[in-house]
């Protein structure tokens, strides 16, 4: 069974920083890719940052370059993203999710599995 477990969210003043997680089971981690993706009220989901994990690769999204960073840890299977500097603008549902033909895309509809999501926000 396909898992993925997004943890790491919480309420943060405007500046501040989280570390969120996705744990991964069930699939070859080794040559999927792992995108990160919010949707914050009453907008659409954006896909923020993609790593595949064959070789380390990662894509950002401009609204959050030089802000997160996405790292992947292939011995426990999970990845991570890291946020500073957050804004209020970064409040929503962030997601992850995985690509198991490992293409790397921060595109929703390359990937097959999605966690249930944790919450984000950010307070002015």
């Known amino acids: 069974e396909v898992q993925l477990v997004e943890s790491g969210g919480g309420l943060v003043q405007a500046g501040g920083s989280l570390r969120l997680s996705c744990a991964t089971s069930g699939f070859d981690f080794d040559e999927s890719a792992i995108g990160w993706f919010r949707q914050a009220p009453g907008k659409e989901r954006e896909g923020i940052s993609c790593i595949t994990n064959n070789d380390g690769h990662t894509h950002y999204v401009d609204s959050v370059k030089g802000r997160f960073t996405i790292s992947s840890d292939n011995a426990k299977n999970t990845v991570y993203l890291q946020m500073n500097m957050l804004k209020p603008e970064d409040t929503g549902v962030y997601y992850c999710?995985?690509?198991?033909?490992?293409?790397?895309?921060?595109?929703?509809?390359?990937?097959?599995?999605w966690g249930q999501g944790t919450q984000v926000t950010v307070s002015s």
């Open positions: 999710a995985a690509d198991s033909s490992g293409w790397g895309t921060i595109h929703d509809y390359r990937y097959n599995y």
